[in-house]
């Protein structure tokens, strides 16, 4: 049984993780930390009462290592770093839910994130914990950075044109939209009931740090050098995401190759299901699912893509990772 730690218990995707790991045959989860709540974990989480008779601490590193084998850490970025690399080096495996570890250097990290790196040299040395591209590299990782659940949204889809070159890598545009849980559970104005509800807004325009994460790591399967102009939408439901992406073709294609091409490479993907259907959020919510489809329109291919965010996007994935980590089926807990 591994023993598993999750460390911002108190927030969404620390939800999410858990009620998934209750259902895994091979876990068990052993500490769930909160900075401040000692309450017991069902006094949060009702969802869970009676089912993980937990309490809430804020545990060392020592205690953590005694308790845990792997933790997740569904800490807001920065403060996962801080923790995480303290964690790896005493030998506990960690699966970082947080920006921190995801881009290729610490300058880009600097540039968007708007403070230095805590622990600089791991950055671009860690896996990115996308199985459907890095599948080889995750069962040997011992921090695994599990994706942005946007960059996850356009990254799958985008993934297999521009791998074949059929993409213009120089002119992406990815629009998407997104539930409210992706902003977490901490409380922000943004996402009061009367600002978001009946309303939809772009945010972050050219500054959202998805951008560099979504350009970088297509750059890393394509040896192209993507440049990705992204706009984000806060929507009023509770969770989903729903990317378009609109790129130029470097020839002529037609709507049933671009379907062709995208099943091929996903045919043996649990997780990826390709169809001629327009997908909608619903199709995907509370699965570990991303289904795509594409179009051609004006001489452009459209990529259209949903995931849960905070399945797939977040907690689905590294459940994926830990999967793999540790060598169960991938789809363990998951379907
Ligand atoms: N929501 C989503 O859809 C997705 C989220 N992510 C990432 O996953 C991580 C968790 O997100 P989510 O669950 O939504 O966030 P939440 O805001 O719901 O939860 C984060 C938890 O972290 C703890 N925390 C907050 N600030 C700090 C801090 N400075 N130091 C230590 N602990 C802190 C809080 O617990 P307490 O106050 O009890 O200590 C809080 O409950 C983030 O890095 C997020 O970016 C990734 C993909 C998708
Ligand atoms: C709706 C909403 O606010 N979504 C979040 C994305 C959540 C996520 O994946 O963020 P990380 O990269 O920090 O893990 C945002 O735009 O900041």
Redesign the pocket.
């Known amino acids: 049984m591994v023993r598993v730690g999750i460390l911002g218990a108190t927030g969404y995707t620390a939800l999410e993780a858990m009620k998934l790991l209750l259902r895994h045959p091979g876990a068990q989860i052993t500490a769930v930390t909160s900075r401040t709540d000692k309450s017991p974990l069902a006094a949060v989480h009702p969802q869970l009462a009676r089912r993980l008779e937990l309490s809430l601490e804020d545990l060392s590193i020592a205690q953590l290592q005694e308790r845990c084998d792997c933790v997740f850490s569904c800490l807001p970025?920065a403060a996962s770093a801080e923790i995480a690399k303290q964690l790896v080096e005493v030998g506990v495996r960690v699966v970082d839910?947080?920006?921190d570890y995801r881009l290729n250097d610490p300058v880009s990290y600097k540039k968007w994130y708007e403070h230095e790196h805590p622990d600089p040299a791991r950055l671009g040395n860690t896996v990115y914990g996308l199985p459907e591209l890095f599948r080889e590299q995750i069962p040997a990782a011992n921090l695994v950075a599990n994706p942005?659940?946007?960059p996850t949204s356009a990254i799958l889809p985008l993934a297999p044109l521009l791998k074949a070159g059929l993409v213009e890598p120089g002119d992406i545009i990815v629009d998407s939209k997104?539930g409210?849980s992706?902003?977490g559970r901490t409380p922000k104005l943004g996402t009061l009931y009367p600002e978001c509800n009946e309303s939809i807004s772009a945010?972050?325009v050219g500054k959202?740090?998805?951008q560099p994460?979504i350009e970088q790591i297509l750059g890393r399967v394509s040896s192209a050098t993507p440049q990705i102009i992204f706009t984000?939408h806060?929507t009023p439901m509770d969770r989903g995401i729903l990317s378009v992406s609109y790129s130029k073709p470097t020839r002529s294609v037609t709507e049933a190759e671009l379907l062709e091409i995208l099943s091929d490479f996903y045919k043996n993907e649990p997780f990826v299901r390709v169809s001629k259907t327009l997908p909608t959020t619903k199709d995907v919510a509370h699965t570990n699912f991303c289904d795509i489809t594409a179009r051609v329109n004006g001489g452009r291919v459209l990529l259209i893509s949903v995931i849960d965010?905070l399945i797939k996007?977040?907690s689905g994935a590294a459940v994926q990772n830990f999967n793999l980590m540790y060598g169960f089926d991938e789809t363990t807990a998951l379907l």
Do not use: K
């Open positions: 970025h839910f947080s920006a942005g659940c946007y997104s409210v992706g902003a945010y972050s959202h740090r998805h994460e984000p806060l965010n996007g977040a």
